[in-house]
């Protein structure tokens, strides 16, 4: 059984930063693409980050120079470290892995960004 568990989310000021993870099980991330997203109430979720099984990356452009995407082989889990945090990357932020034509997503954490 797949299991995404993501944390690290919480309250932070403008400018802060965050590091959040995805402890994966029943699956090795490397051998999937996975993705972080985010999704505010009546939104779309949207794609932030994505990394592919070679470790390509790519940002949405409203993140790009400030977020990270990155994987731990190692420990079996995805992080996205997030700096300069604006009151707009408020949202709920989840995991996402593509592998062997399944989509697995976590339970999401929750990023607010506010004075």
């Known amino acids: 059984q797949v299991q995404l568990v993501e944390s690290g989310g919480g309250l932070v000021q403008p400018g802060g930063s965050l590091r959040l993870s995805c402890a994966a099980s029943?699956?090795?991330?490397?051998?999937?693409?996975m993705g972080w997203y985010r999704q505010t109430p009546g939104k779309q979720r949207e794609v932030v980050a994505s990394?592919?099984?070679?470790?390509?990356?790519k940002y949405a452009v409203s993140v790009k120079g400030r977020f990270t995407i990155s994987r731990d082989n190692a420990k079996n889990t995805g992080n996205l470290q997030m700096t300069s945090l604006k009151p707009e990357d408020t949202a709920v932020y989840y995991c996402?892995?593509?592998?062997?034509?399944?989509?697995?997503w976590g339970q999401g954490t929750q990023v607010t960004v506010s004075s």
């Open positions: 029943g699956i090795m991330l490397r051998a999937g693409a």
């Open positions: 996402n892995v593509v592998w062997a034509g399944y989509d697995y």
């Open positions: 990394i592919t099984t070679g470790g390509s990356t």
